[in-house]
């Protein structure tokens, strides 16, 4: 699976952005699809994620209420809709996929995911 992760940009503190990921494939299929996203000297950091199945969908601590994950089967598409922005916001979002299910647990890992996309930057201005 490719995928392609698009709409980032620059906002203001207190904004709304959402971000794109692409996939070259149906992604009624995969399993699971997730954002991750990482600053500057930091490590990658687990934002979100949808699971198949009714197995619902996950969030940081970090952007709980704040951000929404959502799939849309018909344009092979997950979204990452992000409100009230803040400057710790700021980083390098990426997309990932897992074809297969995985513990619910990996779901908030890299190692819970086999395919990730190139990133999209996003910086809050404060």
């Known amino acids: 699976v490719q995928l392609q992760a698009s709409g980032g940009g620059l906002v203001q503190t207190g904004g709304s952005l959402r971000v794109s990921c692409a996939a070259s494939?149906?992604?009624?299929?995969?399993?699971?699809m997730g954002w991750f996203r990482q600053a500057p000297g930091k490590e990658r950091e687990f934002v979100a994620a949808?699971?198949?199945?009714?197995?619902?969908?996950y969030y940081g601590d970090s952007v709980k209420g704040r951000f929404t994950i959502s799939r849309d089967n018909a344009k092979n598409t997950v979204y990452l809709q992000m409100n009230s922005l803040k400057p710790e916001d700021t980083a390098v979002y990426y997309c990932?996929?897992?074809?297969?299910?995985?513990?619910?647990?990996?779901?908030?890992?890299?190692?819970?995911?086999?395919?990730w996309g190139q990133g999209t930057q996003v910086t809050v201005s404060s």
């Open positions: 990932a996929a897992s074809k297969t299910r995985k513990n619910r647990g990996s779901t908030y890992y890299t190692r819970g995911y086999d395919y």
């Open positions: 494939e149906g992604i009624s299929s995969i399993y699971t």
């Open positions: 949808h699971r198949r199945g009714g197995e619902g969908t």
